[in-house]
């Protein structure tokens, strides 16, 4: 299936968890908020999700600013 | 007993929403050379509010560390700000990925009108306003120096009121201290002023209005030389809250001799 991760196209195998997607990412679960079509997952909800063909994920994190 | 510098600023707190603040800089985080640097600034600073910005995360850096590896959450209240926000509806979706983060509740609300100024889009801040505080969060509004505006975020609940001294990352200091005194005359809730300043000077100036604190980023970050610029304006923010509260001599238009001029 394919999804968007952060505007990117990404081919994912069938069942995914959103929680699998940030661990093959290499994305430190802790310090990212996740969006499944713009709804926030919290992090303890992740692993109950199951992402689908077209679905849009949002990955962000803290950066410097003013 | 004569009271240590340490000893007046420490007596010297303000709250926010019901929190208890002495540092009256809070400083950015964003447009550091490094995070180390930016790390090192902070805590020269004494500042105790930092904010920060949330954005997408890049991809092609896998393992890459974190901006929250170099801010002490232990020290430090994290302000999340919604920087590059041009509508309510937009600004109101970064609070609530900030707070999802479990860290913070607290927003630096910035709803912007155009890239060019920077300046508020007043109604779409007032709107944000009104949502965020019904929803809990610490609300934080970045305003004009308009004392209208000003009191129309007070009154839609925010718990803070930050007017830009001049355009932020400008470096021109506060352009119209008359608002702000009236911004001040008129308000309850805290006032801090939020960008423009440029100089240690500035801070000072802004603090001997009598606004609560100074916000900054640039000053510290894009300074020749940050860490001496942090410890400035540490400094700066400490002189202008003595010297308003000491209380200024009014000003004169003639001389008033200090050495007595009879008798010698």
Redo the contacts between chains.
Sequence with gaps: MKILVNGENKELIEQTTLEELIQQLGVRKETVVAEVNRRIVQLDKRSGIQLADGDQVELIQFVGGG | MTATINQLMTQDSYQINGKNFTSRLLV?????AT?EL?GECLEASGTEIV???????N?DK??EK???DFIDLKKYT?L??T?GCYSAEEAI?VA???R???ISDFVKLEVLYDEKTLLPDPMGTLEATSVLVKEGFTVMAYTSDDPVMAQKLEQAGAHAVMPAGSP??SGQGVLNPNNIRIILEKLKCPVLID?GVGSASDVAFAMELGVVAV????AIAHAKDPLKMAYAMKNGCEAGRLSYLAGRIPKKLYAQASTPLKDF
């Design positions: 950015g985080t964003g447009k550091y995070n930016m904010t920060v910005a949330l954005r997408r995360v991809l896998k393992g974190n901006l929250l994290l999340p700000n920087a979706r609530h990925l900030a999802a983060t479990g932020i990352g960008a916000l900054l980023n640039t």
